[in-house]
Antibody, heavy 121, light 105 residues
Framework: EVQLLESGGGLVQPGGSLRLSCAAS????????VTWVRQAPGKGLEWVSA????????YYADSVKGRFTISRDNSKKTVYLQMNSLRAEDTAVYYC??????????????WGQGTLVTVSS | DIQMTQSPSTLSASVGDRVTITCRAS??????LAWYQQKPGKAPKLLIY???NLESGVPSRFSGSGSGTEFTLTISSLQPDDFATYYC????????FGQGTKVEI
């Protein structure tokens, strides 16, 4: 069964950094893009960032461009989201999700359970 | 950037009702559209992809239609398990979600 497991969330002060991880299992990891989607408390879904199966292509929402960096280690079947210069408005549950193709723009067929990031002093 | 607008934001319905949710794109996205269902505290679940294709395991009471800029998600006979929030998502250019439609009693 395909599984995605996020970790690394927590409480961080404004201006701080955090690295999220998404560990995958039960599919050929390098064949599929992976994305991060977040959901602020009581709000809707917001696409954040995506990375192609090879890791050669990355995509970012304008709201995080220049502050967040997505990467992957296919040998570890893990995708990372390095979040710097965090703001209160970055507070959300962060989900990773598996795309249906290796590159480009995707929809998402499997999702993790999410990890909560709280940015507050 | 492509903006996605759903209507209504909230929908009150009863078991057995036929329910339709609309999603409009700010520019043409062909049929590069997916629909998801989300229940409180849970991750979204894929229902429909490519505007009208039912994801494996999703009940046939769910259907999607549309192309270009206007799309609909229809639930033919609302079941108790269907009370949730529904999101559309375009994947024509980057990825964008609609703001969601909450289906409640």
């Amino acid at each position: 069964e395909v599984q995605l497991l996020e970790s690394g969330g927590g409480l961080v002060q404004p201006g701080g950094s955090l690295r999220l991880s998404c560990a995958a299992s039960a599919f050929t990891f390098s064949n599929y893009a992976v994305t991060w989607v977040r959901q602020a408390p009581g709000k809707g879904l917001e696409w954040v960032s995506a990375i192609s199966g090879s890791g050669g292509s990355t995509y970012y929402a304008d709201s995080v461009k220049g502050r967040f960096t997505i990467s992957r280690d296919n040998s570890k079947k893990t995708v990372y989201l390095q979040m710097n210069s965090l703001r209160a408005e970055d507070t959300a549950v962060y989900y990773c999700a598996k795309g249906v193709i290796s590159s480009g723009y995707n929809y998402f067929d499997y999702w993790g359970q999410g990890t909560l990031v709280t940015v507050s002093s | 950037d492509i903006q996605m607008t759903q209507s209504p934001s909230t929908l009150s319905a009863s078991v057995g009702d036929r329910v339709t949710i609309t999603c409009r794109a700010s520019q043409s996205i062909s049929t590069w559209l997916a629909w998801y269902q989300q229940k409180p505290g849970k991750a979204p679940k894929l229902l429909i992809y490519a505007a009208s294709n039912l994801e494996s395991g999703v009940p046939s009471r769910f259907s999607g239609s549309g192309s270009g800029t206007e799309f609909t998600l229809t639930i033919s006979s609302l079941q108790p398990d269907d009370f949730a929030t529904y999101y559309c998502q375009q994947y024509n250019s980057y990825m964008t979600f609609g703001q969601g439609t909450k289906v409640e009693i």
